[in-house]
């Protein structure tokens, strides 16, 4: 009986040592640093939790029974679209697939440093979709504006924090703490969070990294400038042979030309400027340019074949138009979210539908008209229809499996950059062999 009872005990007694070590967490790692010359990534791993406190600034917050994430990156990884180096996939494949919202990223470092040279912290390069940053429970800034109901979303570019200066010398220790929002337009299956980590360095260091980081946005977005510079000089062209007062419609073009322009613009006035907003991005490229481009393409390339005799082909056109911008301003979360949530789905799928009735009109205006006039001009007509094409309806080439986007010397260079290219040479051929024709009929 004895020996039962201390059995009986020792069990108990283990029992409850086991259950005191999972009870009591123990503290989140602090990570040590020290710093050279050169600057150190922040890839942690950090302290995670979805959902949103602002007592989650506070340095001494308990967030020791937290997930964590560790965001170091694979041997040469880098984002889909312009190449930035470091990337990690987003929280949507880190057990949060769905959730759009606010999260906190938060991590403890000591530093070892001189005391005397002052640090600072490179923001992430790419975040889903916007943070700010609080350093030791002090709000150092961030890239979007949170003072409204859901915070307003511009470009996650290169930002550089100057950190607080410490009283003494020796190890510095700093809590980290992002408060990053995943807007609903931004909604994927690899997104969600920080996807490039923060560094941290001398700041005369951490200034040399920022400059190469600022390098590698401006390259990669330089063609989306440089292309609707281009797009406007053919639409003064066009303009010029509409001046010749010939008996070609060209007006189409010419406004095609300017809408294409405003469509690609748009990536550098959201990635390199403040003074435009995801909200409004997605309001000018999702809902109106699109759709306009698809239209205004089509008649362009009705009126340079001669098929204007067709006028169910205009009917065509504009009811198609009505019918992708109505059912892609139905289709965006931030329209009406709680009254037409069920809808919304449908709503994609009728664009979908549109934007591939809009390419077998495309091809089918392409293909009569050049074998209608049937000579070496039109069958260059139509390569440089089917090049701006593929520029224009780069979501049904995706399903093609064609690769989107390639990397030449590490910067991403999309497939419809290379296509708009070829494009811009080509109609610059054929404007200018029609100037030719015209001037030597005077």
Known sequence: MQRSGLLVFLCLLTTFLMGSRSAFAEPAPTAHITLGDSTAPLNGPWQFQIGDDPRWSSPDFDDSTWETVDLTPAPGAHDGDVGLPGYVSGWSRRGHAGYMGYAWYRLKVTVDSDGHTPLALAGPTLVDSTYQLYVNGKLLGGTGDFSGATPTVYGVRPTVYTLPASTSTGPQT??????????????GEDNGGIHVAPNIGHADSIDLLHQSQWLKTFTGYVVDAAEPFAFVLLALMVVALIACRTSDAYRWLAIALVLLALLRVNQVLFYWTDG??????????????RPLNLAAWALAWRDWFRLRKRPWLRNAISALTVIYVTFALIGRPWFAPEALHGIKPAADVVVSGARVAFAVLYLWIIGLGALRLAKPSAWLGALTALLVGIGLFATEVNALGVPGIWFPYGVGVARGQY????????????LLMRCVAYARRR
């Open 174 to 187: 700093y809590v980290i703490a992002f408060r990053v929002w995943m807007d609903p337009i931004d909604a």
């Open 276 to 289: 435009w907003s995801l909200r409004w991005y997605d309001i000018a490229v999702t809902v109106v340019l």
């Open 419 to 430: 296509a708009y290219a070829a494009f811009i040479a080509l109609l610059f051929a054929l």
